[in-house]
T-cell receptor
Framework: NAGVTQTPKFQVLKTGQSMTLQCAQD?????MSWYRQDPGMGLRLIHY???????DQGEVPNGYNVSRSTTEDFPLRLLSAAPSQTSVYFC?????????????FGAGTRLSVL | EDQVTQSPEALRLQEGESSSLNCSYT??????LFWYRQDPGKGPEFLFT???AGEEKEKERLKATLTKKESFLHITAPKPEDSATYLC?????????FGTGTSLTVIP
């Protein structure tokens, strides 16, 4: 059982470039989310999805785009990368967004924007 | 505003020296409080979920407790392999809010 798989593990971008961070889960989880982790800031929610075709914004959504066409995949798109988006990105999933949910995290994507 | 504060930011313990980590929170309607462990270069790993004041859960050398305003993660007789960052998160609804974590170092 692979759990939550994120690709790539590392990425370097130039300012203005676009890219997609991939996230896939094989646990048939309804709820998926993207976080960024910065020193001294903790994990902050970017976007989340409660099921295929349904997405919503989290705490820090600007500069990012998401879609959820299948239960398994939840890609995160950087439209025009900026140095402020240098961070470690984590994808997480859980059975539901309601009570008693436990989020399981991927290993992360380390992104540097020059 | 929903908020989670963890203390201390960093903690160094001698092997076998017990201590506690604190997570205080202010949320409108707590549905669950979660403790995670994060090793360098890895994603957070789930440890415990607590749902109501007075609840306690244990796993090996770790014990988590919950009151109406805070949670404690007690570490009894820690070993070097317990060294990690411990994260606390609260779930008031559709979103998790995380604290900034406590970095624990256990010295042999």
């Amino acid at each position: 059982n692979a759990g939550v798989t994120q690709t790539p593990k590392f990425q370097v971008l130039k300012t203005g470039q676009s890219m997609t961070l991939q996230c896939a889960q094989d646990m048939n989880h309804e709820y998926m989310s993207w976080y960024r982790q910065d020193p001294g800031m903790g994990l902050r929610l970017i976007h989340y999805s409660v099921g295929a075709g349904i997405t919503d914004q989290g705490e820090v959504p600007n500069g990012y785009n998401v879609s959820r066409s299948t239960t398994e995949d939840f890609p995160l798109r950087l439209l025009s990368a900026a140095p402020s988006q240098t961070s470690v990105y984590f994808c997480a999933s859980s059975y539901s967004a309601g009570t008693k949910n436990i989020q399981y995290f991927g290993a992360g994507t380390r992104l540097s924007v020059l | 505003e929903d908020q989670v504060t963890q203390s201390p930011e960093a903690l160094r313990l001698q092997e076998g020296e017990s201590s506690s980590l604190n997570c205080s929170y202010t949320v409108s309607g707590l549905r669950g409080l979660f403790w995670y462990r994060q090793d360098p270069g890895k994603g957070p790993e789930f440890l415990f979920t607590l749902y109501s004041a007075g609840e306690e859960k244990e796993k090996e050398r770790l014990k988590a407790t919950l009151t109406k305003k805070e949670s404690f993660l007690h570490i009894t007789a820690p070993k070097p392999e317990d060294s990690a960052t411990y994260l606390c998160a609260v779930d008031p609804g559709n979103q998790f809010y995380f604290g900034t974590g406590t970095s624990l170092t256990v010295i042999p």
